[in-house]
Each structure stands twice: as C-alpha cells, then as structure tokens.
C-alpha cells in the first residue's frame, strides 16, 4: 500500500499562491493516481483534482479549473498541487491520497490518506 505526506500548506492573502507537495512511501513500485482532496470546518471532505499515474491526464473540479494545476514528479515520488489566486473559500485541510486505477472523483475510492496540511486564505 501506498502512503502519503502532505506539506506545503501555510497562510496567504487573497490572490496569493502555495505549492502543496504529496510525497508517496511504500508500494510506490506500482502504478496509482493521486488525488487531492480538501476540508473545510464544518464540510464534507471533496475532491479538488487528480492526476494519472502517467500524470497524462488530470482532472479538476469546477471551482478550482484555471487556478490549481496538479502534476507529479515518479522519480521523486512526489505528486504537487499549484494553487494560484488563492481566494477565502479555499480555506481547509488539504488531503491527498491514492488509487490503483484510474481517477475518480469519491474519496472513497482512494486510500493511504496522509494527515493533512492547512491552507488559510485571508481577505
């Protein structure tokens, strides 16, 4: 089984950008997708974007498209999530996670879940 570690997180005003890092250990000689995740207090976890193990396709939620751009890195074993024009309701715990298959958009679908980094943004 994969697992996975997520950093990067941090404070910044609206507008600013952060680069969350999800750095995989374990069965990493497989092949998986990665997907980002996030939580707001108070919400249900939902999906933000994800990647392929090929990192040739991506797959992004609608609040997030022409902001965030994943990518992955398999010689470092590290999936990165550029988060650009960051504006307060992307304020949450950012999560990241695998799966063996293809992408999918249900957190269910996906184990090795890290512990999460904060991402606040400020008005």
């Known amino acids: 089984q994969v697992q996975l570690v997520e950093s990067g997180g941090g404070s910044v005003q609206a507008g600013g950008s952060l680069r969350l890092s999800c750095a995989a250990s374990?069965?990493?000689?497989?092949?998986?997708?990665v997907g980002w995740f996030r939580q707001a207090l108070g919400k249900e976890r939902e999906f933000v974007a994800s990647?392929?193990?090929?990192?040739?396709?991506?797959y992004y939620a609608d609040f997030v498209k022409g902001r965030f751009t994943i990518s992955r890195d398999n010689a470092k074993n590290t999936v990165y999530l550029q988060m650009n024009n960051l504006n307060p309701e992307d304020t949450a715990v950012y999560y990241c996670?695998?799966?063996?298959?293809?992408?999918?958009?249900?957190?269910?679908?996906?184990?090795?879940w890290g512990q999460g980094t904060q991402v606040t943004v400020s008005s």
């Open positions: 996670a695998a799966r063996y298959g293809g992408s999918s958009i249900f957190r269910h679908d996906y184990e090795g």
């Open positions: 990647v392929t193990w090929t990192g040739s396709r991506t």
């Open positions: 374990g069965r990493t000689s497989t092949t998986y997708t």
